[in-house]
């Protein structure tokens, strides 16, 4: 079965990055694509990025343009979302989610990221 | 990038049938047929019930239905149950590799 199996929850000063991880099992890695959706706390669901595991090429929201990396090792297959220069505002949850006929079907159990000085 | 317009709140009572809207524009969601929709409990990941504007995945009632008419498209619950009681995201395909999020609907089962 299909399965996104994050890193834990983390805890970041201002002004850190912070990369976490999401490891695919289940199906082919390089077949799908991967989306990073964050959701701060009572807020909404907020599109990130999106990586074509088969050839790297990635696609950011204009509003993480700069700040957010997201990468992928196909040996491991696992997603990477880096976010970098963290502020307060970057305290979320962050979950990846696989491709699925132009939506999402799979996803993650979402990992905190805590920025607090 | 702007965040898909959705109602901040909806509610009915079991068993009344309740639509939840979701706007955009001709580069989101008039211009693509892939809208989704996502349920969400507290503490819980996002759930898939509505892609492709009115498909189905397998396990969702089909109580649950989609649809879209120009820049604008739905989800209706019908025959609600107190488990529907939830956050309902849209989300739409925006082009080139990017997608949108709606501001989620609180619904509440009275």
């Known amino acids: 079965q299909v399965q996104l199996v994050q890193s834990g929850a983390e805890v970041k000063k201002p002004g850190a990055s912070v990369k976490v991880s999401c490891k695919a099992s289940g199906y082919t890695f390089t077949s799908y694509g991967m989306h990073w959706v964050r959701q701060a706390p009572g807020q909404r669901l907020e599109w990130m990025g999106w990586?074509?595991?088969?050839?790297?090429?990635?696609k950011y929201s204009q509003k993480f343009q700069g700040r957010v990396t997201i990468m992928r090792d196909t040996s491991a297959s696992t997603a990477y979302m880096e976010l970098s220069s963290l502020r307060s505002e970057d305290t979320a949850v962050y979950y990846c989610?696989?491709?699925?006929?132009?939506?999402?079907?799979?996803w993650g159990q979402g990992t905190t990221v805590t920025v607090f000085s | 990038q702007s965040a898909l317009t959705q109602p901040p709140s909806a509610s009915g009572s079991p068993g009344q049938s309740v639509t939840i809207s979701c706007t955009g524009t001709s580069s989101d969601v008039g211009g693509y047929n892939h809208v989704s929709w996502y349920q969400q409990h507290p503490g819980k990941a996002p759930k898939l019930i509505i892609y492709?504007?009115?498909k189905r995945p397998s396990g969702v009632p089909d109580r649950f239905s989609g649809s879209k008419s120009g820049n604008t498209a739905s989800l209706t619950v019908s025959g609600l149950q107190a488990e529907d009681e939830a956050d309902y995201y849209c989300s739409s395909y925006a082009g080139s590799n990017t997608w949108v999020f709606g501001g989620g609907t609180k619904l509440t089962v009275l």
């Open positions: 989610a696989r491709d699925w006929f132009w939506s999402t079907y799979y």
């Open positions: 492709e504007v009115s």
């Open positions: 990586l074509n595991t088969g050839n790297g090429n990635t």
